[in-house]
């Protein structure tokens, strides 16, 4: 890996990636702590390992812009504007939740920055945001739909489907696999023969690209590059973003037992928060004060989150039907 930057990629632009990464690993941290406390209610999946892929392609995307996601969705939802406030007080249950408090972990909501769902469901983000990047060429809108999903999902229906609509139409859609290896605690080497799922790409004619998903500036300048011929009417691209989970699927889960120790250790040595502050502390663009400086500011901003979603109300059981029907 070379110690300068990439072309075209700035100083101010891969700060950005470190910062954002640090919300997202400082966010996911301080979720598993109060998960753990009994604080967040359901299921709990952290984005911790897998940063540098949300902040990578959302640091491409307007509010006008449409991101489907999944259960592990924490990640994307800040990437996509989500603050940690909204966040956490949705995990809590708490009105002041992005979703208001009725969607939970895997079902975080805010149409305002075009983040459109996350879902507990395997696959239909896919369709999803086919359906998306075609209403906007339909509509001659300059946007693009992204779906973000995990390596079990390449062996849904669904995504074939999904890349064979958006192949047809040649729709703007980025469809964004995040393959961490496993699907829940099953090895994607034993559910399917072919793990490349970028090659895949080619049965329906659209580009198909492998990055190293723990490289945040592999994937910024892929995921740049995709949704700008997109947004130019050059129609879909598939991106296999090659990473790791270094926790348990869901909180409370075993780490190990269906995977060796020594591959969560090696994983963790290529920590993409460490990639990216090495990457700039090599190429002289970042002291690791300026870093550390940083983590900080994250840090408090984190903490705040915290402390204001404890103190937010639940939602008032009278609104319970709020936002089911449509309002005349």
């Not at 250790?265 to 190429?283: H, T």
Request: aromatic fraction near 8%.
């Amino acid at each position: 890996m070379s110690s300068r930057l990439p072309a075209g990629v700035t100083r101010d632009q891969a700060l950005a990636l470190y910062r954002m990464m640090q919300t997202i690993r400082q966010s996911e941290e301080g979720l598993a702590k109060a998960c753990a406390s009994g604080l967040v209610h359901g299921a709990c999946h952290t984005y911790v390992g897998e940063e540098a892929i949300a902040s990578g392609v959302c640091a491409h995307l307007t509010h006008d812009d449409a991101v489907f996601s999944t259960h592990r969705g924490h990640g994307h939802a800040l990437a996509k504007g989500v603050t940690p406030r909204e966040l956490f007080a949705e995990l809590f249950g708490r009105e002041t939740g992005c979703s208001h408090g009725r969607g939970g972990s895997m079902h975080l909501f805010k149409p305002e920055v075009g983040l459109m769902g996350t879902s507990g469901i395997v696959a239909p983000c896919i369709l999803q945001a086919a359906g998306a990047g075609y209403s906007f060429k339909l509509r001659g809108l300059p946007h693009v739909g992204v779906a973000f999903f995990g390596d079990g999902a390449s062996n849904n229906g669904a995504f074939h489907e999904g890349l064979n609509l958006a192949a047809i139409y040649q729709a703007p859609t980025l469809f964004v696999c995040e393959n961490n290896q496993y699907a829940t605690e099953v090895a994607f080497s034993y559910a399917t023969r072919n793990t490349d799922v970028y090659k895949k790409a080619a049965s329906f004619d659209m580009p198909g690209i492998c990055v190293d998903g723990n490289d945040a500036l592999a994937v910024y300048q892929a995921a740049g590059e995709a949704i700008a011929r997109a947004r130019a009417g050059g129609g879909p691209t598939l991106i296999e973003c090659k990473t790791y989970r270094t926790r348990a699927h869901a909180e409370g889960m075993r780490e190990s037992g269906y995977r060796p120790l020594e591959d969560i250790e090696a994983w963790k040595r290529r920590d993409p928060l460490k990639l990216l502050a090495g990457r700039l502390s090599a190429a002289d663009e970042a002291s690791q004060a300026e870093l550390d400086a940083i983590a900080e500011q994250v840090r408090l901003i984190v903490e705040d989150a915290a402390e204001f979603a404890r103190n937010s109300p639940y939602p008032d059981g009278a609104t319970a039907t709020d936002h089911v029907y449509a309002e005349a």
